[in-house]
């Protein structure tokens, strides 16, 4: 049973153009992550987000967890090449030690 | 280096050979995870250990997978009589606790591919 579930699953877009990525779920978690991952290297954290309804900014990117905590978003504003990636969210069920991942969102931004 | 630190960075192996993959956590973090991912795709937890004890080992696919964790630090994961089934990265991480705002550090990864 898949627990996170990530739309789109793959995206191609212009540079300049802005785009969202959806993490969703019917459970509850106690907080959620998300990664960038390049070919041939390891995920890398971009957010933490722990407080339902918490919006975090990082540049061109903003993340905000549910009111629920049990889906997240990553809005990328006038996104530029360097942003192509895998995308990656994972959560921590409440009382758990381990993460669940998302399915992931391959994004692929042209210039 | 100061990051998570796996080796070999590729495994190429016959179907049926025993293979070890190691992890070197960054120093004084006490949690260390492994996952499995498939071609493009998100990542299967494996185990976790918090200092050299694996509380969990539910995610480990089968019996001819094991994993130890020695002084608190490196980890092998242990692949024996492998399958092409097996073929995939492996990826090692750690933490320096396991609170929810514990963040991750992966390595690179060990990709395995089965002949």
């Known amino acids: 049973t898949q627990l996170l579930e990530q739309s789109p699953q793959f995206l191609s877009i212009q540079e300049g153009e802005n785009l969202t990525v959806y993490c969703n779920s019917s459970?509850?978690?106690?907080?959620l992550q998300w990664y960038r991952q390049e070919p041939g290297e390891g995920p890398v954290l971009l957010v933490t987000?722990?407080?339902?309804?918490e919006v975090k900014k990082l540049k061109r990117l903003t993340f905000q967890f549910g009111d629920a905590r049990k889906d997240s978003s990553l809005h990328i504003t006038a996104a530029q090449p360097g942003d192509t990636g895998l995308y990656l969210c994972?959560?921590?069920?409440?009382?758990?030690?381990?993460?669940?991942f998302g399915t992931g969102t391959r994004l692929k931004v042209l210039a | 280096g100061a990051g998570v630190s796996q080796s070999p960075s590729n495994k190429v192996t016959e179907k049926g050979k025993d293979v070890e993959l190691r992890c070197d956590p960054i120093?004084?973090?006490?949690?260390l995870y492994w996952y499995r991912q498939s071609l493009g795709q998100g990542l299967e937890f494996l185990i976790y250990?918090?200092?050299?004890?694996?509380?969990?080992k539910s995610g480990l696919p089968s019996d001819r997978f094991s994993a130890e964790r020695t002084g608190g630090s490196v980890s092998t994961l242990t692949i024996q009589r492998t399958q092409q089934e097996d073929s995939a990265v492996y990826l090692c991480?750690?933490?320096?606790?396991?609170?929810?705002?514990?963040?991750?550090?992966f390595g690179d990864g060990t990709r395995l591919s089965i002949l």
């Open positions: 991480a750690s933490s320096s606790g396991t609170g929810d705002n514990q963040p991750q550090h």
């Open positions: 459970s509850v978690f106690s907080s």
């Open positions: 987000v722990v407080t339902g309804g």
């Open positions: 994972a959560g921590v069920r409440p009382g758990t030690y381990k993460y669940i």
């Open positions: 120093s004084g973090h006490t949690a």
């Open positions: 250990f918090q200092g050299n004890s694996a509380p969990d």
